[in-house]
């Protein structure tokens, strides 16, 4: 048995429409498919990550209680960027209205319309 590479991962959105700006519009990410509600509805926009890996935008009812970033549990999601690309990041999240929020030599921090912490990181990676 083994645990392999990340699967997918998930976020709660209480406004999916600006969750969906974010990650498609501001990040460049695709869409994969979506789903709705038996009402037609907008339940959920996957949106695709390399090698398969998706993350699924879900809609939530309700704002909902937010986790400190110094709370146990998940801490960020880290999206790989290449190094040569950074600043233009930094320019791209900015102008978008997505400060930077902290930054290390090889990571650059900011939120998504919910809060959540993303990281976009050019950090070596060994495969």
């Given at each position: 048995?083994r645990?392999?590479?990340v699967h997918?991962?998930?976020?709660?959105?209480?406004?999916?429409?600006a969750?969906?700006?974010?990650?498609v519009?501001?990040?460049?990410?695709?869409?994969?498919?979506?789903?709705?509600h038996p009402?037609?509805?907008?339940r959920?926009?996957?949106?695709?990550?390399?090698?398969?890996?998706?993350?699924a935008?879900?809609?939530?009812?309700?704002d909902?209680?937010?986790r400190?970033?110094?709370?146990?549990?998940?801490?960020c999601v880290?999206?790989?960027?290449?190094?040569?690309?950074?600043?233009?990041?930094?320019?791209?999240?900015?102008?978008a209205?997505?400060?930077?929020?902290?930054?290390?030599d090889?990571?650059?921090?900011?939120?998504?319309p919910?809060?959540?912490?993303?990281?976009?990181?050019?950090?070596?990676v060994?495969?």
């Open positions: 048995m645990v392999g590479a997918h991962l998930a976020i709660r959105a209480p406004d999916l429409a969750a969906e700006r974010f990650y519009e501001v990040l460049k990410l695709p869409v994969r498919e979506r789903f709705a009402d037609g509805s907008p959920s926009v996957w949106v695709a990550l390399e090698d398969g890996a998706f993350l935008l879900e809609a939530t009812p309700s909902g209680p937010r400190e970033d110094d709370d146990p549990g998940w801490h880290a999206l790989a960027i290449d190094p040569a690309d950074r600043e233009a990041w930094r320019e791209r999240l900015v102008e209205g997505h400060a930077i929020e902290r930054e290390t090889f990571t650059l921090y900011t939120r998504d919910v809060g959540a912490l993303l990281a976009l990181s050019h950090y070596p060994r495969r």
